[in-house]
């Protein structure tokens, strides 16, 4: 008789998805790896699927295609899914080769590579300048912008600065043993502009150990909680929006951060040590190098036409 997993029993299908999230350290990869099992059960429930098994998964995958979702949501959906496997024939809910061929399924190939985001230079100054420097709030919000796109943090990693982590190291200041993705633990420099937008806003807020950005309270002062993600996504994306730029994300401006270093004769090695990308690769997606979009081929084609109006 197959052994089977999936369950309409949501204790036990609880069970197994806490086996994976057990293994995750990162909050993020704990709710993305969540979010992808839900939607995996969800199908298999309305599917009348009972059997974990590599058809199973190859069938789910096309209904995903089907979906029209991105090649990196797909491939990601499918990484958990490989993952609960491997806890479920650990845990002895299934066979070691059931688990294995599970994990054989093969995942969506993105086609050519994603445009990303960057902002100008006048566009990085008209943001951070953006914010009321007039009110606390402003001198925040300004602060957290020139922290995004003078450091290049990630967002979570913004979230969770602390003023300890900003210090004097060989005559300039540093972001000194910031824990990023995958635990790997990095040093970022930081411009000056940036630390003295810092300084504005601790002088103001008498903020001097603890988290760097905190929400205000009713009262407008500075609460002890620290600004969450989904926060700061909304501090960007309105700031994004007031000067012109909607849909404007904090990863875009890690990305302007690279691109502009780069266009600035950084080298691609010290962009990616401020990044703490484990691939140089990763880094060459994030200035998108390999595509000039300026000096395109189309640009070299010598037609010349006149179109009426």
């Known amino acids: 008789m197959k052994q089977s997993i999936l369950t309409p029993r949501a204790a036990a299908l609880e069970r197994i998805k806490a086996l994976v999230l057990d293994t995750l350290s990162s909050p993020e990869s704990k709710r993305a790896y969540g979010q992808a099992l839900d939607d995996f059960f969800r199908w298999c429930e309305a599917a009348a699927v009972t059997e974990f098994s590599k058809a199973t998964v190859n069938a789910y995958r096309t209904a995903l295609e089907q979906r029209h979702l991105s090649s990196s949501t797909i491939n990601q959906r499918l990484s958990a899914i490989r993952k609960l496997a491997v806890e479920a024939a650990d845990n002895q809910f299934i ?18 590579v994603r445009t990303g985001h960057w902002l100008t230079r006048e566009q990085a100054e008209r943001l951070i300048s953006e914010p009321d420097a007039t009110t606390l709030r402003g001198v925040r919000d300004r602060a957290l912008l020139a922290v995004l796109i003078g450091c290049g943090l990630r967002c979570r990693e913004t979230a969770s600065l602390c003023v300890g982590h900003i210090q004097r190291r060989d005559g300039r200041w540093v972001i000194v043993d910031l824990i990023g993705k995958g635990r790997r633990v990095r040093s970022v420099p930081m411009p000056l502009w940036t630390r003295q937008t810092i300084e504005v806003w601790l002088t103001m807020t008498g903020i001097d150990s603890g988290f760097l950005f905190r929400r205000l309270d009713n009262g407008g002062r500075a609460a002890g909680d620290h600004l969450t993600a989904k926060r700061i996504f909304q501090i960007v994306g309105s700031a994004g929006a007031r000067i012109g730029i909607p849909r404007l994300a904090p990863h875009d401006l890690r990305r302007t951060f690279a691109r502009l270093a780069h266009q600035g004769r950084s080298s691609l090695e010290q962009i990616q040590l401020s990044l703490g990308h484990a691939s140089v690769m990763t880094t060459e997606r994030y200035l998108g190098v390999r595509q000039d979009l300026n000096d395109a081929p189309c640009d070299h084609l010598g037609i010349a036409i006149e179109v009426s109006r």
């Not at 688990?99 to 093969?106: G, L, P």
């Open 95 to 112: 066979p070691l080769d059931q688990a294995m061929a599970i994990s054989r399924v093969k995942g969506t190939r993105q086609a050519g």
